[in-house]
């Protein structure tokens, strides 16, 4: 991997795609980044160039497909591009089945599937053009094991981790690897907000803080030491791999 490879973070806006960001960073990775949020995009880029890292950040909306092949175009054209963290996602609504607007449903598979899906759509050609590279898709735990009022939600993510191992299949033979992470609770502004759309914040938060072995919530970097493994280092023969994050959660 040389100086002039590049990674394209979706969700760089956000606590896990900010730790990401800067251990690609440190690692000499040439960085795209990309959120929703022009704002809080520029100070995540300010504060990486104050380190010495090679920025360039836009503001796109991955449920955009023309502008997220737009911005695929533009960061090959920054340099090679050979790792994709596809992590831009929303916690979507907290109802029961029965009550749930279906516009809240849409929007969910919107940003966390079929956003997801036009990154790796208009990634993977670009990725399969080098002999190692590395696309990694961010899930959830809740997509491998369903939540009350949290339906929507957690098929979402159960549909990042089915189309995770079918590019896999598709991509295994021109050496990309393609995995998907499932993390369990991570402190952050996603957490938060999850918290908060349920009817006990608290409790909620307690009874997860309860269900894990270490007795805590992840952190941010912590997810990002395994991920930056998982886009620069990982063999080949791990691909289609679920790869969990979750403090051994029960």
């Known amino acids: 991997m040389t100086m002039d490879t590049v990674a394209l973070i979706t969700g760089a806006a956000g606590d896990i795609g900010r730790a990401v960001a ?10 795209i980044l990309t959120d929703l949020s022009a704002s809080s ?20 909306d991955v449920t955009d497909e023309d502008a997220v092949a737009s911005l695929v175009r533009e960061a090959r054209e920054f340099g090679p591009i050979t790792s994709v963290f596809n992590n831009a996602g929303i916690p ?38 080098h002999d190692d590279a590395w ?9 491998l094991k369903a939540n009350e009022r949290r339906g929507a939600y957690s098929a979402s993510k159960a549909a990042a981790i ?37 009817p006990d914040p608290q409790e909620l938060r307690d009874r997860l803080i309860a269900s894990s072995a270490v007795l805590r919530y992840g952190e941010p970097d912590e997810v990002a030491n395994y991920a ?17 994050i979750d403090g051994c959660r029960r």
């Open 22 to 31: 800067r251990r690609l960073a440190e690692r000499g990775l040439r960085l």
């Open 162 to 198: 089915q189309i995770t191992r079918a590019a896999a299949l598709e991509y295994g033979r021109h050496g990309v690897r393609v995995n998907v992470l499932c993390p369990g609770p991570i402190e952050g502004d996603l957490m938060r907000r999850s918290e908060g759309s349920m």
């Open 135 to 143: 696309l990694l898709n961010v899930s959830s735990e809740a997509g």
């Open 228 to 244: 930056s493994y998982l886009l620069t280092e990982a063999p080949g023969y791990l691909t289609g791999a679920t790869l969990t």
């Open 92 to 129: 979507g609504a907290s109802f029961p089945i029965a009550e749930h607007p279906l516009d809240d449903v849409r929007k969910t598979f919107d940003v966390n599937f079929f956003g997801l899906f036009h990154v790796m759509k208009h990634a993977l050609p670009h990725l399969a053009e």
């Open 41 to 60: 995009l520029s100070d995540v880029e300010a504060g990486l160039k104050d380190t010495g890292a090679d920025v360039l950040a836009r503001a796109v």
